[in-house]
């Protein structure tokens, strides 16, 4: 896979429970974004959730929420284009085991809390 509608796909970032993330060059806007690709668009309820999933976060703006910046289908497959963070995920922080000063862990889970109610006050949890 090279491209995604516009976007040139650079390399995988990762997996995940609806398919893979990609980072990509949107040659429009020049800039680096991520796009999550579902990898199983035969299955109606995972297409539904994945849309819903889309459309709930499309609403959210908060500094602590990731941006989605549009939404597609490329050959029958669908796709999210959101910002992209560079860093570590907690996942990474967690498996590489890395110890965090304290006042960086109260940070994080400050930002975590803050997006968490955005969120909430938008009925998306």
Do not use: W
Not at 66 to 77: A, L, M, N, R
């Amino acid at each position: 896979m090279e491209r995604i509608g516009r976007y040139e796909i650079l390399r995988e970032l990762g997996r995940g429970g609806f398919g893979r993330v990609y980072l990509a060059n949107d040659p429009l806007m020049k800039c680096e974004v991520a796009i999550k690709v579902m990898s199983n668009a035969d299955d109606p309820d995972m297409l539904a959730r994945f849309r819903d999933e889309a459309a709930a976060a499309r609403k959210l703006r908060h500094e602590s929420i990731v941006t989605i910046y549009d939404v597609g289908e490329e050959h029958g497959v669908p796709y999210i284009v959101m910002e992209y963070l560079q860093g570590m995920d907690l996942q990474q922080i967690r498996e590489r085991n890395v110890q965090l000063p304290l006042v960086r862990q109260v940070r994080i889970l400050s930002q975590v809390a803050a997006g968490l109610q955005v969120a909430h006050e938008n009925g998306i949890i």
